[in-house]
């Protein structure tokens, strides 16, 4: 039986098909969003590390982070959302999400297709998706009865 299920990435502009998405750290491109939690919201909640790239299943969430991109930290919006493909071995679960299956983080990613450019901003849908993906998580938190903190120190 075939589970796939498509992974994707929203965040800068500029990648087709073939290309290697990599990490801030290697690419040298500033961080694409500023963890800015009055700006952000929800969002906020859900970090990044610079030496890794965000994929997830959800396309919703992926659309999220693809319309809150910046170049600049001042101006946000216009990201592009790819659907990417990565070794099943180089998927390592997402250390601020890891009780809720499909959200993941590696060293790089594949753009198998350009899916949606200039993602426009919707505060309004990202807070839904942002504050349903963390409910989600937390309830899988107390399923698993870990009251540990999620988030990496």
Avoid at 13 to 35: I, Y
Avoid at 115 to 130: D, E, I, M, S
Wanted: glycine share 6%; proline share 7%; net charge negative.
């Amino acid at each position: 039986m075939d589970d796939y299920q498509p992974l994707w990435h929203g965040g800068a502009p500029g990648l087709v098909a073939g290309d290697l998405l990599l990490p801030p750290s290697e690419t040298m491109v500033p961080f694409t969003r500023k963890n800015d939690a009055e700006l952000l919201g929800p969002e906020a909640k859900i970090t990044q590390r610079a030496d890794r790239v965000y994929v997830t299943t959800n396309r919703q969430l992926a659309q999220v982070f693809a319309s809150n991109w910046s170049l600049d930290g001042a101006r946000f919006g216009f990201g592009t959302l790819y659907r990417v493909t990565v070794p099943v071995e180089d998927l390592e679960q997402d250390e601020d999400l890891p009780f809720l299956p499909g959200h993941f983080q590696c060293a790089f990613a594949t753009v198998e297709k350009v899916w949606q450019l200039r993602v426009k901003r919707a505060p309004a849908f990202a807070t839904q998706v942002l504050n349903a993906t963390l409910k989600a998580h937390e309830e899988a938190v107390r399923d698993t009865g870990d009251s540990t903190e999620s988030k990496p120190s």
